[in-house]
């Protein structure tokens, strides 16, 4: 089986990527690819929705590891929403993606999104 990888319309500073099928050593460089143009800009949060992913390799947390770390550099983050239990336990053996940014729904990851965004500009307020 093959990786899809679906680009939605950015907002907001933020990126939804939807990951379906298998990231594993044949796909990894698929995803690599598409995230890389993502990781130039300056967004704050990509957020990559593993509903249909059903299978994931060392090669593949290696490429979320790799988005974190391009990411970071900036303070942005690397959110996780909807992983199948399959690919949470991965997570969870691994600890490759800490568990505040993983988030059982698209909804959770939003809500996580918008009081980040509200508390940066209460700081904006208060200077």
Known sequence: MSLHIEILPAANGSQRVVLSGRLDTHTYEDLDE?????????????????????????AGIRSIFKARKALGGHGGKVLVVNPQAQIQKVFDVVKAVPMNEIFSSTAEADAYLDAMQRKVLQGDEED
Do not use: G
């Open 34 to 58: 598409k995230l890389a143009p993502l990781l130039s800009r300056n967004l704050h949060s990509l957020v990559l929705d593993l509903a249909a992913l059903e299978y994931i390799s060392s």
